[in-house]
């Protein structure tokens, strides 16, 4: 009878930890490109911002639970910024535009990140926020697969942020109004919905799912601006799943961080090292080539 190696058990479950993680970062992209057709380049210095700015506030002396409400307040306001004085000033714009000004943003945020905290990694503040440390041991069938248990904490919340986020679109009001201005912004407005209000909504929950990914990715490796290059693992995610679907990041985030993971085992030796940080890449120019739209994507249909 085939046995699974017992390795291989523990590669699968840092896999789809780190698959899932890839997955949140991926959706706060999918949100603000469903709403308003724009790739936000940003969402990664969002996840570094966010995590910075609850750390920062910590210690200065504000308690953990006050740290937390202001950071989300400040990600209403980066919100409510960007509406005021980005998308209603370029409303209309070719696509390119608008994304030259999410890679304008970018800039604004890492120069504010590193005027008011500094460049250097800090601590995530995980006892503060109650999220549970140390590791629990698995011994399938005489194997071994550690757990730790910030891992576990970062999938649960993960996934009950992601499903809540469903819920959110399809039984709400507000929620039917985002697919409703995603699908057609002309007839959206014709019955009377307001664009610059579901910008803003949109644009605070893709900032909810940054903080949430900061804390997740800050708890495991701590805060630094090199996080935003983790983020840019979302790009692979995105072109596996579709730009617009939800369940298509989801199972795109798995694809890739499984997928790294087993392929650094198996393939490592013979390819060399560092095969995590362009597998996804191969992945994804694959998909590019064969199919563009990814696998829940909708297929564009140009008519002359």
Not at 186 to 198: D, F, M, P, R
């Amino acid at each position: 009878m085939w046995q699974m190696p017992d390795f291989l058990m523990q590669v699968l479950w840092e896999g789809f930890v780190a698959g899932i993680l890839y997955a949140l970062i991926a959706l706060g992209f999918v949100l603000i490109f469903k709403a308003s057709g724009i790739f936000n380049f940003a969402q990664g210095i969002m996840v570094v911002f966010s995590g910075l700015t609850l750390v920062g506030l910590h210690e200065l002396g504000v308690p953990a639970w006050l740290a937390l409400l202001f950071t989300l307040a400040t990600m209403y306001a980066l919100a409510y910024s960007v509406e005021r004085l980005i998308l209603r000033n370029l409303v209309n714009q070719p696509d390119i535009i608008l994304f030259m000004a999410t890679i304008g943003l970018t800039n604004i945020l890492i120069g504010m990140g590193q005027w008011i905290f500094g460049g250097e990694t800090k601590t995530m503040i995980t006892k503060e926020l109650f999220l549970p440390s140390g590791s629990s041991v698995w011994e399938p069938g005489g194997g071994l697969v550690i757990f730790q248990h910030i891992d576990i904490a970062a999938a649960v919340i993960a996934a009950v942020l992601i499903i809540g986020l469903a819920l959110f679109f399809s039984k709400t009001k507000v929620g039917r109004a985002l697919r409703a201005v995603a699908d057609d912004h002309q007839a959206s407005l014709s019955v009377g919905i307001s664009l610059n209000h579901i910008w803003v909504i949109t644009w605070f929950a893709a900032g909810i799912v940054a903080l949430v990914t900061g804390i997740m990715w800050g708890a495991r490796s701590d805060v630094s601006f090199s996080l935003q290059i983790i983020a840019l693992k979302a790009l692979p995610v995105l072109v596996l799943g579709g730009f617009t679907s939800v369940p298509g990041a989801i199972v795109g985030g798995l694809i890739i961080g499984i997928g790294e993971k087993v392929f650094e085992i198996y393939w490592g030796p013979l390819f060399g090292s560092g095969v995590e940080g362009w597998f996804a890449y191969v992945i994804a120019l694959v998909f590019l080539l064969y199919r563009p739209q990814g696998l829940f994507g909708e297929k564009i249909i140009e008519r002359v």
